[in-house]
């Protein structure tokens, strides 16, 4: 049973409007969270991270956000740009575990 | 620094066949990673190595085998190759900063088809 759920398999979005992609938990147990980028014919590269001892991480056009009472994140994107176009995975862990769960990931297109 | 490497970048295979896929990193990580990506499932990690001499299985193990050969090369074999197995196959590696960061580094993955 996958523990990381994207229930939002692609996003069509604006050029310069803001993304939003969601991601909920099921294990109460993770405390770390991760988003991935991956472009076709690559391998996913580390986009942003926050530790469930904040509530929102910012960098640059990117900025995560942490509910742990709903166990649910987002990940904003803004402005959105054409090179955002990819698929975004989000991802979990927790203390004294180096696994990372991952969801099944949302496909991103940003319309010129 | 060509971080993680991995070959070959795409194989066909008929069932009961066997392979290896390769994977090294040079950035002197102590884990390392094999996940398979499936459409609809996201990444499930096989088979992880949390330093050079360990092995663990992790979500979807059967048909597989890995061998950590040191500390930057970490193969993952199929033994007796099935079409369920078809697939794109990422290796990673990562080293543990305590709480700080779970980061994992990705290879350009493998796409793997058995007919």
């Known amino acids: 049973d996958q523990q990381v759920k994207q229930n939002s398999p692609s996003l069509s979005v604006q050029e310069g409007r803001i993304s939003i992609l969601n991601c909920d938990y099921t294990?109460?147990?993770?405390?770390?969270f991760l988003w991935y980028k991956k472009y076709p014919a690559e391998g996913p590269t580390f986009l942003i991270s926050?530790?469930?001892?904040?509530d929102k991480n910012e960098d640059g056009r990117f900025t995560v956000f942490l509910n742990k009472s709903a166990k649910h994140l987002s990940l904003h994107i803004v402005p959105s740009q054409p090179g955002d176009s990819a698929v975004y995975f989000c991802a979990a862990s927790y203390s004294n575990d180096y696994k990372l769960s991952f969801g099944a990931g949302t496909t991103v297109t940003v319309r010129a | 620094n060509a971080g993680v490497t991995q070959t070959p970048k795409f194989q066909v295979l008929k069932t009961g066949q066997s392979m290896t896929l390769q994977c090294a990193q040079d950035m002197n990580h102590n884990s390392m990673y094999w996940y398979r990506q499936d459409p609809g499932m996201g990444l499930r990690l096989i088979y992880y190595s949390a330093s050079e001499g360990t092995t663990d299985k992790g979500e979807v193990p059967n048909g597989y085998n890995v061998s950590r050969l040191n500390k930057r090369e970490f193969s993952l074999r199929l033994e007796s190759a099935a079409p369920s197995q078809t697939s794109v196959y990422f290796c990673?590696?990562?080293?543990?900063?305590?709480?700080?960061?779970?980061?994992?580094?990705f290879g350009p993955g493998t796409r793997l088809t058995v007919t």
């Open positions: 926050i530790s469930s001892i904040k």
């Open positions: 990673a590696s990562s080293d543990i900063l305590g709480i700080v960061s779970y980061e994992q580094y």
């Open positions: 294990n109460s147990m993770f405390d770390y």
